[in-house]
């Protein structure tokens, strides 16, 4: 995920701002790490380069 | 071009490979036809563009599209790299934040969706207010329609999870959602079975027309 993108996003749930935490990068794009939500306290995990933004109860 | 019905994960991630492959193979003329009649419908459409549905991203490269969402993770992998981004996820949801989209395509998706409605309030939601939703349609009156409906019928594995909907239909989907409908493009009246060429989209609709692209302005003050 490009690391202007969090420019775009919210949280699912309340539509607060994520903050952006990047555990792995390259020189595109962050490849591991998560989008947290201080209001809801929940982490949305990047893995892969793909965030996955589905809201905790959705997720498998 | 998936949709997001709760189960479309395991549906579209099933056939992933074949669905993509269709594109270069029996779909290819087709899929030329339907490109054909969406660019013409591009210009001066706002940016940034997000496709809902964006399946394994043969639109949206094809187009030009930035961003993509679906809920079938490996068609999502192939439209990765096809360099789109894009993000694992059902139209319903929402998690861009509003007044961000320039135009949002969904090209035969609204077909596969549990909700058009919420989609469309969503698609509503995210869009700039100069913003453009476009939709590339498989409208149920038309041949087309009457052919997949037909494969749906007979419990086709994809085509049965799909409802087709009327032009009359989609157009109060649309009202409902806080949308006007600025232009019709309309193209693949060759008939199923019987496409050997490709054609020049009409700007006007028809419900002779296999595929019907619709480019709706956001209504402002809703």
Request: proline share 5%; hydrophobic share 40%; charged share 25%.
């Amino acid at each position: 995920m490009k690391k202007e993108l969090v420019a775009i996003l919210v949280c699912p749930v309340c539509k607060g701002e994520l903050q952006l935490s990047v555990t792995e990068e390259n020189k595109d794009e962050v490849v591991v790490g998560s989008l947290y939500c201080a209001k809801c306290d929940v982490r949305y995990p990047i893995a892969e380069a793909i965030p996955n933004l589905l809201p905790p109860e959705q997720r498998p | 071009m998936t949709g997001s019905m709760a189960d479309s994960n395991s549906l579209f991630d099933d056939v992933a490979s074949e669905y993509d492959a269709w594109f270069e193979g029996e779909g290819k003329l087709i899929f030329d036809i339907e490109a054909s009649a969406l660019r013409r419908v591009l210009p001066r459409l706002l940016r940034p563009w997000l496709e809902v549905g964006v399946g394994s991203g043969r639109f949206a490269q094809a187009l030009g599209i930035e961003i993509g969402i679906d809920p079938s993770t490996r068609l999502l992998e192939m439209a990765r790299g096809r360099g789109i981004t894009v993000f694992p996820v059902r139209g319903e949801e929402s998690f861009f934040d509003e007044d961000t989209f320039g135009t949002v395509f969904l090209i035969v998706t609204l077909c596969f969706v549990d909700s058009p409605l919420r989609v469309l309030k969503e698609a509503h939601r995210i869009l700039k207010t100069e913003g453009k939703v476009v939709l590339g349609l498989v409208l149920r009156e038309s041949p087309w329609g009457q052919f997949y409906r037909a494969k749906k019928e007979a419990g086709h594995r994809l085509y049965r999870h799909a409802t087709f909907y009327r032009y009359l239909e989609v157009d109060k989907y649309l009202k409902h959602a806080g949308f006007a409908v600025e232009k019709i493009v309309t193209t693949l009246f060759q008939k199923p079975g019987e496409v050997t060429e490709i054609e020049t989209p009409q700007e006007c609709s028809s419900p002779e027309a296999g595929f019907t692209v619709i480019v709706a302005s956001k209504i402002t003050g809703r």
